[in-house]
């Protein structure tokens, strides 16, 4: 999902200063008044990228998010681009935040960052954190220019012919979504009625558009489809469902389960974040573009708290059966 915001002139102008003198570290970026704006530009104290992160001590506050721009590398691209969300942020501010974060990158222009990085603390910035980082991370060889446009070519002829190309999705007029197209056709058939009875989705961590998970099983039960759903990653469930009820025999209804597991590590931060955020976005798709009528919503961390007892109970909830009043018997009789 997008937030709809964009970068302003001033932010493009010290940008492009940043990109043509050397002796400048980075840019620091916020968002004011519905735009991304230069907060401050970093000069160079050393030609060492590890005596440099010392500047960014100041301004890297327990509760105010940022985006860090970095000249990290020798050979273009040059920059390393960091979003900064610490976790005691107002929640308006990180969802803010990390929604907008590929539109600063898209706008500036990608090709000028070698890589991007989330981060929720200030050690995560400091000479030890990028050191993690990088043992953690299969950064690219530099490519030339041809190089990188041969790539993106080739790239794109493959998901041509993959038909896993991406397409953004204007939801409403502040919130976009990029959908690959296997992702759209598994909903589109699903909100048809066609034999596809489970759909499930997940964020692809680098260009962060909604992907189809393959599954070709046709899961009966509760038991069956929850089975399939990672316990490690977060997950965007649709399932077809036949309670196991007389009355409703052939009645099927449309299930949603989001789960969002609670493991360890930098990644799974970031899911717990992301997913969150465009599970709106896929709900509005799912419903108003594909003809997906979810009956019921379910959300939870790990998928085996969904249950067919949990399920038919959020279905047929049991009424209440409240005591009759009866009026007391006068007395003496």
Avoid: W
């Avoid at 002139?9 to 940043?18: A, M, P, R, W």
């Avoid at 980082?133 to 790539?151: F, N, V, Y």
């Avoid at 070519?153 to 979504?177: D, F, P, Q, Y």
């Avoid at 007892?309 to 007395?331: M, W």
Wanted: aromatic share 6%; with cysteine; hydrophobic share 35%.
């Amino acid at each position: 999902m997008q937030s709809g915001i964009s970068a302003s002139e001033e932010l493009v102008s010290q940008f492009n200063e940043l990109l043509s003198d050397d002796s400048q570290f980075g840019l620091l970026v916020t968002i004011s008044s519905e735009a991304l704006r230069p907060l401050t530009n970093l000069p160079r104290s050393s030609t060492d990228f590890n005596t440099n992160l010392a500047l960014l001590e100041p301004y890297l506050k327990p509760d105010e998010p940022l985006y860090i721009l970095l000249r990290r590398h020798h050979n273009a691209p040059f920059l390393v681009a960091v979003t900064y969300i610490p976790d005691t942020a107002k929640v308006r501010q990180k969802m803010l935040f990390a929604s907008t974060r590929l539109t600063l990158v898209r706008e500036l222009g990608s090709e000028h960052f070698r890589e991007t990085i989330f981060a929720t603390t200030a050690d995560e910035l400091s000479p030890a954190g990028f050191d993690r980082h990088d043992k953690h991370s299969d950064l690219d060889a530099p490519l030339t220019e041809e190089e990188r446009t041969l790539g993106e070519v080739k790239r794109a002829e493959a998901e041509a012919g993959t038909g896993t190309g991406v397409r953004e999705i204007h939801l409403s007029s502040t919130m976009n979504m990029p959908v690959k197209n296997d992702a759209l056709d598994a909903l589109l058939e699903l909100g048809r009625g066609g034999g596809r009875v489970l759909v499930m989705l997940k964020i692809n961590s680098h260009d962060e558009a909604v992907e189809l998970v393959s599954d070709a099983s046709r899961p009966t039960s509760i038991a069956e489809a929850v089975s399939a759903v990672s316990t490690s990653e977060p997950r965007f469930t649709f399932f077809r469902y036949r309670p196991s009820r007389a009355s409703t025999e052939d009645k099927e209804v449309l299930l949603f389960f989001y789960t969002n597991p609670a493991t360890p590590g930098t990644k799974a931060v970031k899911n717990r974040m992301i997913y969150p955020l465009q599970k709106r976005a896929v709900l509005t798709l799912a419903e108003k573009e594909c003809g997906c009528a979810v009956e019921k919503k379910f959300e939870v961390e790990d998928p085996s708290e969904i249950t067919e007892e949990s399920v038919l109970e959020e279905l047929f909830p049991r009424a209440e059966t409240k005591p009759v009043f009866r009026r007391p018997k006068r007395p003496g009789r």
